[in-house]
């Protein structure tokens, strides 16, 4: 399977602390895209990496990615309440039809 | 900007009923078209995507179906649920490449 797994399933930290979720996925990709979802409700975009880069920033989010270890991590800086949530991280198919295939998730807590 | 939109929220269906969950985004043409499903405390799995028109590619098999009968128009179908069609169903739509932008959901149980 393609699917991408996360680890931890789930974390918990304190409000100001990092939080790193990790991803490991199985075959090539052209670029690896981890998203948020709330609580019931859909996901949203955060950050894109592809293939050929080994770390990406946006705002508080740092991504990286190994592809010979097939796996990326998402850190989470100075994490807020409002940064619970879940975080999945996705992986195309190569197949030009940009299916994604998403992983199983990490259960962030953030304790104000 | 574009917008998604999908209904109902939620549904409360009996086993052996008909589905139809609709997805229609705004904003933008011909964009490529998701339907997945995500069981509770899940991950996604892709049921359907469609590059056009009438034209839609499942990737498991399954008790749906699903059509595409306008540009920006997405039904997802059963003719009758199982028990195990429960579960929480996004749509997405994305440009031809990337970055994938997902409607609200529908919260189907079946009882």
């Known amino acids: 399977s393609q699917q991408g797994e996360e680890d931890p399933q789930a974390l918990s930290i304190q409000e100001g602390e990092n939080a790193t979720m990790n991803c490991s996925y199985k075959?090539?990709?052209?670029?690896l895209q981890w998203y948020r979802q709330n609580s019931g409700r859909g996901l949203v975009h955060l950050i894109l990496?592809?293939?050929?880069?080994r770390e990406k920033h946006s705002g508080r989010l740092r991504v990286t990615l190994d592809t010979s270890k097939k796996s990326s991590s998402l850190l989470i800086t100075a994490s807020r309440a409002a940064d619970t949530a879940s975080y999945f991280c996705?992986?195309?198919?190569?197949?030009?039809?940009?299916?994604?295939?998403f992983g199983t998730g990490t259960r962030l807590t953030v304790i104000p | 900007s574009q917008t998604i939109h999908q209904w109902p929220a939620t549904l409360v269906q009996p086993v052996g009923s008909p589905l139809s969950l609709e997805c229609t985004v705004e904003?933008?043409?011909?964009?490529?078209l998701y339907w997945y499903r995500q069981a509770a405390g899940r991950g996604l799995q892709l049921l359907f995507y469609?590059?056009?028109?009438?034209?839609i590619s499942s990737e498991v098999p399954q008790n749906l179906s699903a059509s595409r009968p306008q540009d920006r128009q997405f039904i997802l179908s059963s003719k009758k649920l199982l028990l195990s069609d429960s579960g929480f169903y996004l749509c997405?739509?994305?440009?031809?490449?990337?970055?994938?932008?997902f409607g609200p959901g529908t919260r189907l149980t079946v009882t």
């Open positions: 997405a739509w994305s440009r031809v490449t990337y970055e994938q932008y």
């Open positions: 075959t090539s990709i052209n670029n």
């Open positions: 990496i592809r293939s050929n880069e």
């Open positions: 996705a992986t195309d198919d190569q197949t030009g039809a940009n299916n994604l295939f």
């Open positions: 904003g933008t043409s011909n964009p490529n």
């Open positions: 469609s590059v056009g028109i009438g034209q």
